[in-house]
């Protein structure tokens, strides 16, 4: 038996300043439909993602939360994960910039490009955006603001170490230009050339001295390494890439096959990380794909603007493969998507519930009523027959084509288009006519064997994308068969046709969004209308040190934990806090935490709660419990 081939694909690791949004989440839902697809055609595939840790941005949310950069990135990371793990995605590695062997590896990286003379020291001085943590020239500024995201820049002056772009410029171009696609789509690769390779190459800045949240230079810590470096390596540091001598998976899987990252990032995944890797005698990836936004309406997500969707809560109403569905069917190739929840609503329905649901459903029930459930081949006598079959034929064919170059919302297009001419074969055959005639019978079986021969190849195709409802379909018509030839199953016996996609009702959904908004702005308002109160009033409060000895679920309350504490009295005091959903039991026992010890006591779901415990809310859907360990329990808080 021949060894299968390897395909490493990697997404850009996410940012920790806050919960991923949707738009986030299209980098690891691609990035899973290629791996799927990839080990569907027989490759052996390792699919990495992971979260970036580092930066000033994280030091300043971290100073404002009052909490650890550590402790901080901890929560973030869990919810990035939290996220990925809710759409079904199916990575072999998540890895984090905090972890201590990809710190270690990243430092002798370092000093290696310092040895051979590829990093040197000197001065910045330029634009600076905090956000993106980026310098620009002037001339790459837009309107005088951050290309890549559009806000103010700083000036910037700063001891700092360089990486010598200039020394390998050449080198990058031609490199390029033997390789065509290496940068996919083509307008990407025609942006780095025509913005940032013919103008020329400035050496880049690879460290920072204005804050210490980062991996310090090994022989300067004066120095932390810059946060875009930090973070493009994980790709070789992840799979076991030394300088001292490499790992057999890092020798068997680089150079990467694919790295899906978004189109704001191409600039550093295509010049900066090649040359790179030129520097440390490496081979290049074979290829980057730089995908479009996912736009709300026609703005970018920001939570300054109120418009970010989530995708776990996506998910949670609507379905873990219809938040995949949408998301992949609707990002095209080169131009931005959008999201809206009508659209999103229109698309469920119409592609979803009305084409490929129905089409199963009464397929499976007309083969159950009128066959006892079992059909097999039989004569293609009506032109009807041949058309479905062609088109069968030619969507397997346009389905490869699409999926090896990465055409996902084309893809989803074709395989709908099939299930749609399915649905309209139905309706030219009339099985519920051909039923009444007992001389027909023979050619109805073969229109019902026609049809759960499509339903098998769609379930096949939309494995990649929809994974959960195309295992359904392979359940309910009785097979398993993953062979994309039509005629490859020539009998059927199905199970019981079970809805895969109820219909939504976009009215009352929209009214359930609606209040919802209105809940939290209700929310913010009654906060922001909280009366300032005298130290007197303060003093009423009874603020304490107490540890966690305990911790539990409190049954048939999803949201609350059950915390036992010892305040320093000599009796247990029970507490029950709504934290559920941020942190498990056992992370929290043996921790000391602030408590509200004279709060009038409280009945939560059958349990007296005797207190309050003290959390931050971090972002709108992160809090995180004030720990002051090694304070006595029963201390005061003032």
């Given at each position: 038996m021949s060894e299968k081939k390897k395909f490493y694909i990697t997404t850009a690791i996410a940012y920790t300043s806050s919960k991923p949004h949707i738009g986030n989440a299209y980098d690891i839902v691609l990035a899973d439909?290629?791996?799927?697809?990839?080990?569907?055609?027989?490759?052996?595939?390792?699919l990495q993602t992971g979260s970036d840790e580092h930066g000033q941005k994280i030091e300043e949310y971290a100073n404002k939360a009052g909490i650890t950069p550590k402790e901080y990135v901890d929560g973030v990371s869990a919810q990035i994960k939290g996220v990925w793990d809710s759409l079904n995605t199916s990575y072999d590695k998540f890895i984090r910039t905090t972890d201590e062997d990809h710190e270690k590896i990243l430092q002798k990286i370092f000093k290696k490009l310092y040895d051979?003379?590829?990093i040197y020291k000197g001065h910045y001085e330029g634009k600076y955006c905090v956000p993106c943590e980026s310098f620009f020239t002037p001339s790459q500024l837009v309107d005088g603001k951050c290309p890549d995201c559009g806000r103010e820049v700083v000036d910037a002056k700063e001891e700092a170490y360089f990486l010598k772009l200039s020394k390998y410029q050449d080198r990058l171009i031609e490199y390029y230009e033997q390789n065509p696609d290496f940068i996919k789509p083509e307008s990407r690769k025609n942006e780095m050339i025509n913005n940032f390779l013919k103008p020329g190459l400035s050496d880049l800045c690879v460290s920072r001295t204005s804050f210490k949240w980062g991996i310090p230079v090994p022989f300067d810590d004066k120095h932390v390494i810059y946060v875009w470096i930090d973070a493009l390596f994980n790709y070789i540091t992840?799979?076991?890439y030394d300088p001292d001598g490499s790992s057999e998976q890092f020798d068997k899987l680089w150079p990467a096959d694919l790295h899906v990252i978004g189109k704001d990032i191409v600039r550093f995944h295509t010049i900066y990380w090649p040359i790179i890797l030129m520097a440390l005698g490496l081979p290049l990836p074979k290829q980057v794909l730089g995908h479009p936004w996912l736009l709300v309406g026609e703005d970018k997500m920001s939570k300054s603007k109120g418009n970010v969707i989530y995708a776990d809560?996506?998910?949670k109403r609507f379905g873990v493969d219809a938040v995949r569905y949408y998301l992949l069917s609707e990002m095209p190739f080169t131009q931005d998507g959008t999201i809206t929840y009508e659209s999103f609503i229109t698309k469920y329905?119409?592609?979803?519930?009305?084409?490929?649901?129905?089409?199963?459903?009464?397929?499976?029930?007309?083969?159950?009523?009128?066959?006892?459930g079992k059909v097999c081949a039989g004569e293609n006598s009506e032109p009807c027959d041949i058309e479905l079959i062609k088109t069968a034929e030619e969507t397997i064919k346009k389905y490869y084509e699409l999926m090896d170059s990465y055409h996902n919302a084309d893809v989803c297009e074709a395989v709908i288009s099939l299930a749609k001419r399915c649905n309209k074969y139905i309706d030219e055959t009339a099985p519920w006519a051909l039923a009444k005639d007992e001389t027909k019978k023979a050619y109805l079986q073969n229109v019902l064997y026609n049809l759960l021969e499509c339903i098998r190849l769609l379930g096949v195709m939309l494995t990649p994308i929809i994974p959960e409802s195309a295992e359904s379909i392979s359940k309910?018509?009785?097979?398993?068969?993953?062979?994309?030839?039509?005629?490859?199953v020539k009998e059927y016996s199905v199970g019981e046709a079970k809805p895969l996609f109820a219909r939504l009702d976009a009215e009352k959904i929209a009214a359930e969004i609606e209040a919802e908004k209105k809940e939290k702005a209700e929310t913010a308002e009654n906060v922001a209308k909280i009366s300032q109160i005298g130290i007197e009033d303060f003093a009423k409060v009874e603020l304490k040190a107490a540890k966690i000895t305990a911790c539990e679920p409190i049954p048939k309350a999803k949201k609350l934990l059950k915390l036992t504490l010892d305040d320093g009295s000599g009796t247990d005091r029970t507490v029950a806090s709504g934290i559920a959903k941020y942190y498990k039991p056992e992370d929290l026992v043996g921790h000391t935490v602030i408590v509200v010890a004279n709060l009038k006591p409280a009945k939560l779901c059958g349990v007296e709660s005797n207190g309050m415990i003290l959390a931050a809310d971090c972002s709108e859907d992160d809090v995180k419990v004030l720990f002051i360990d090694g304070v006595p329990a029963g201390s005061k808080i003032r």
């Open positions: 439909m290629i791996a799927r697809y990839k080990r569907m055609m027989g490759f052996e595939v390792f051979q003379g590829d992840g799979i076991g809560d996506m998910a329905n119409a592609d979803l519930a009305n084409t490929l649901g129905n089409l199963v459903n009464r397929s499976i029930a007309m083969t159950n009523k009128y066959f006892g309910q018509i009785g097979t398993g068969n993953r062979e994309l030839s039509f005629g490859a």
